[in-house]
């Protein structure tokens, strides 16, 4: 989870919402990315889906099974879909989103009949740092 943190900072640096996201295969890590819609001009941009792609193309299966994905903010409901769909194993996330999460939040993804893969999910590692970098990044906006 610091990668990810780590990440965040960087993407809050560069305007974007500070979050990011880091998929390990065991020891490995196969993506690590940020938020980068502004940059790429990109909706669907979130450093989730981002790093979801760069891993699948690093392992060539089309599936992420017996990865893990570490995130700094509880995943949207498109965040959540690819992560079904890619069949990552688990997903750690740091922050709760009350507003758009999908995962303990919203939705709640995984819970539903139709999801085809409901991964294990551990909220709250890293949460108060996370929490920080939200808090002073959507402040300094309104400021």
Do not use: W
């Not at 610091?2 to 965040?8: Q, S, V």
């Not at 017996?66 to 965040?79: I, K, N, Q, R």
């Not at 507003?99 to 949460?127: D, M, Y």
């Amino acid at each position: 989870m610091d990668l990810a943190l780590t990440l965040a900072e960087e993407a809050g640096a560069n305007g974007e919402a500070p979050v990011g996201a880091v998929v390990m295969e065991g020891e490995i890590v196969l993506a690590a990315e940020r938020n980068r819609m502004k940059a790429l001009g990109d909706p669907t941009a979130h450093a989730e889906m981002l790093a979801i792609r760069t891993a699948l193309a690093k392992r060539g299966t089309g599936r992420l099974d017996g990865c893990d994905l570490y995130v700094t903010l509880e995943p949207c409901a498109m965040c959540a879909g690819a992560i079904a769909h890619a069949r990552l194993r688990r997903v750690y996330f740091a922050a709760e989103d009350i507003k758009a999460g999908a995962v303990e939040n919203g939705v709640r993804l995984f819970e539903q009949p139709t999801c085809h893969h409901s991964p294990e999910v551990i909220g709250g590692v890293g949460a108060s740092r996370s929490e920080a970098l939200l808090r002073e990044f959507f402040r300094a906006l309104r400021a």
